[in-house]
């Protein structure tokens, strides 16, 4: 099958390298607050794919469904939208449960601790704050997944199959820096053309107001306190969110 041709417009744009978060400090970005409700991306027509990673893959907790804020379900719509022909944008996980990034964390820090005996307890809270943010549900600090403003996506073609992006969606190696690519000067290669296509797939995400998390090429913000931090905004838009069941929508109605 041919190859979608990715837009010469950003898959020769290079991905700058940023900094690691500093959390502490994005953990005082004050949140303004936001009542926008948490949509369905499965409600999105063409050529928006949807994918639920996590449940798919057994993980405790998770939601068959990827939610994001309605301010991000339009803007990735714009995204997908402006993807060269033959290309799609597939959404891979949304808003998080608490519960479901608990058991991502504790289950990545713990493969670390056994492989790596001698970190010390800082050093293996970073290791695994580099692809796992540290679970919170605190109102002035949660965990950007939990704010419906996290998102991690990918490409793919027509088919709905994904686009070789150089490093598979989570896989915890410095390889999947959102840059780590771009040192890769062997033009044809295969890792030449995923770093096309990541480069293509930053700067559609940034086109729209997204920012990105330099340590996984897929994972993007919009509203929450990450976009605030590398976006340089003075706050947040997005606090904790929690779906709506028939429970909750009673206790409002009566």
Not at 75 to 90: T, Y
Request: net charge negative; aromatic share 8%; glycine share 8%.
């Amino acid at each position: 099958m041919t190859q979608p041709t990715p837009d010469t417009a950003h898959d020769e744009i290079p991905i700058p390298h940023r900094a690691k978060p500093d959390w502490s400090s994005i953990g005082r970005l004050p949140i303004q607050g936001s009542d926008e409700p948490l949509v369905p991306m499965s409600l999105a027509p063409a050529p928006i794919k949807v994918f639920p990673a996590y449940a798919r893959l057994g993980i405790p907790g998770a939601i068959d469904e990827c939610y994001v804020r309605e301010g991000v379900y339009r803007r990735l719509l714009a995204v997908a939208r402006a993807l060269p022909e033959g290309m799609s944008l597939l959404v891979l996980d949304g808003w998080r449960p608490w519960r479901v990034q608990q058991y991502l964390f504790e289950t990545l820090q713990s493969i670390i601790q056994a492989r790596h005996p001698s970190l010390g307890e800082r050093e293996l809270l970073e290791r695994t704050r580099e692809f796992v943010a540290q679970p919170s549900n605190e109102p002035t600090s949660p965990s950007p997944h939990l704010t419906g403003g996290a998102v991690d996506v990918t490409l793919c073609d027509a088919d709905g199959l994904p686009l070789d992006m150089g490093t598979l969606f989570d896989e915890a190696v410095s390889a999947s820096h959102a840059a780590a690519l771009e040192s890769e000067l062997e033009e044809g290669g295969s890792r030449y053309q995923a770093r096309r296509h990541r480069r293509l797939l930053y700067h559609a995400m940034l086109a729209q107001g997204f920012t990105n998390l330099p340590s996984e090429w897929w994972h993007f913000d919009l509203g929450d306190q990450l976009w605030a931090h590398y976006g340089g905004h003075d706050s947040a838009h997005y606090g904790p969110a929690e779906l709506d069941t028939i429970e909750s929508r009673w206790r409002r109605q009566l």
